[in-house]
């Protein structure tokens, strides 16, 4: 018999049948009363799980168009935009802002590292800067930036906040307005555990005051057309939006707020426990700063005379759980466990068993149920 294989890649995540059900929903049409319920609901869901009073405009695209769009909207040609990039998302980020021709200056960490303050606040003190454009969660490294405190030197600097949270939000704590974030960035196929296809985009104020005077092009992203179309009585979507995505988050962020924002992050808390203490037991070491922190996904190192591509692979076609490779210069030598969005305790279990098992086909010496049992242990200590 087959079953159905399980995402435990760090998006897309699992849907909810609940979720699938409500995509598969007859449309509401998308001027008028109905879609305006719909988008407010949505709105206003999504605000909350940002933290934030500030608009939030939501783009029929994966989560990269919503940072397009922030590169459109906030800047001109050869404004000074500081990028650090430690990881493969902020090489993204940058290679954005390069493609807009604006004058990006890097701060280039080995992968794996997490951005330091003092580096971002002295390439802020080198030149005259528009913005900092940074992730939360580097999803190639699992590592989590400081955003607190790099909202800290921006706020002083008087310079905008852009952050790409689409791996972290709802599932790693996340400030919008405490920590003076300008921007911010999410997708529906992460923490939600929505199907992809939808991004939104918090605005602050000051953003939208640096949107006016910017001259980047834009039409399809042009968060004004947004903004105005959502004032109507009724709120739109200047084009026709993908109305079944929107059924499906409407009821994704339903179940997360039944959950409850904070019981929420402490389910993520708890599963990544669970899986980082997993994988030392069977003697495996994490990769990146700071694993703690790392709720959304853990980076783990392919052990010795391991292809990480390999095992990935192997668990898959064995035991039917996705894993992810490592990317860039860690492909093959790091593996990722994604355990952001709808999973439970077996999930994990699942993912764990299946993980020492195919180690120990693959040769490497494996205590049977080492790793199962050390997730068990950190479920039994908190329950
Ligand atoms: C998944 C992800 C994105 C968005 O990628 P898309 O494929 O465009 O949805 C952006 N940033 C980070 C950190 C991500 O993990």
Known sequence: MDKPEIFMAPGPTPVAPEVLLAQAAPLVYHRGPGYGA?????????????????????????????LESAVANLFSPGDRVVVPVAGYFGERFAKIATAYGLDVRTI?????????????????????TKAVLVQQSETSTAVIHDIEGIGGLTTAAGVLLVVDCVSSVGAVPFECDAWGVDVAVGGSQKALSATPGLAFVAVSDAAWEASKTATNPRFYFDWASYKASYDLPDPENPWTPAISLMQGLREALRMYFAEGREAALLRHRLLAAAVKDGVRALGLDLFGANPEKAW?????????????????????????????????????KVFRIGHLGYYDRLDIIRCLAALEMTLADMGYPVKRGAAVAAAEEIFAATS
Request: proline content about 3%.
């Open 38 to 66: 719909l988008l407010r609901e949505v709105t206003e869901e999504l605000k909350r799980l940002f933290r934030t009073t500030n608009d939030v405009l939501i783009f029929t695209s994966s989560g990269t168009g919503g």
């Open 108 to 128: 280039d960490y080995e992968w794996g590292q997490a951005v330091r303050l003092a580096d971002v606040e002295a390439a802020l003190a080198e030149a005259p």
């Open 296 to 332: 959304a996904v853990t980076a783990i190192r392919a052990p010795e005379g391991i292809d990480g591509n390999e095992l990935v692979a192997r668990v898959r076609a064995d035991h039917g759980v996705i894993l992810a490779q490592g990317q860039g210069p860690l492909k093959g």
